[in-house]
């Protein structure tokens, strides 16, 4: 049970720590499913800072959120493939970008009304983005 533990260990990747170590990957693709997972991280910071009333992180953590899926969007831009005939890279994003609406969703309710609208805005802008991943993986091929 220890070796397989470990083993598992040793085929971890090593994640991504800061969104400039995402931002310098060469490969589009792989930067893009970074990136969307690092807005996932950011999103679980933020929900913690808001526990801990941490406003500034709060904020931070939303900001952060969002330059993820905007470098998701524009890695997917770069890597020059499209979502009907490289559906793999997408359909992970536009999973990743559903759980995350739903995680902010959340987060919204459980905000006070009086600052629930920074992230109003935020979840509009990623739902447009999770909406065109959406369309071109269902749309006609």
């Known amino acids: 049970m220890m070796i397989l533990f470990t083993a598992l260990l040793l085929l971890a990747?090593?994640?991504?720590?800061?969104?400039?170590?995402?931002?310098?990957?060469?490969?589009a693709e792989h930067r893009a499913r970074a990136?969307?997972?690092f807005a996932l991280t950011a999103e679980k910071q933020a929900e913690a800072a808001y526990a801990a009333g941490d406003a500034p992180a709060i904020a931070n953590g939303l900001k952060?959120?969002?330059?993820?899926?905007?470098?998701?969007?524009?890695s997917f831009v770069a890597s020059g493939k499209t979502p009907g005939r490289h559906t793999g890279p997408y359909k992970y994003a536009e999973q990743r970008t559903r759980e995350l609406l739903i995680r902010l969703n959340d987060l919204e309710q459980k905000m006070d009304a009086s600052e629930r609208d920074s992230i109003e805005v935020l979840k509009t802008k990623i739902q447009t983005i999770h909406d065109a991943w959406f369309e071109g993986l269902m749309g006609k091929k």
């Open 13 to 27: 990747a090593p994640a991504n720590t800061s969104l400039a170590q995402v931002k310098a990957d060469a490969n």
């Open 35 to 37: 990136a969307v997972d």
């Open 64 to 74: 952060t959120v969002e330059e993820s899926v905007e470098l998701a969007k524009t």
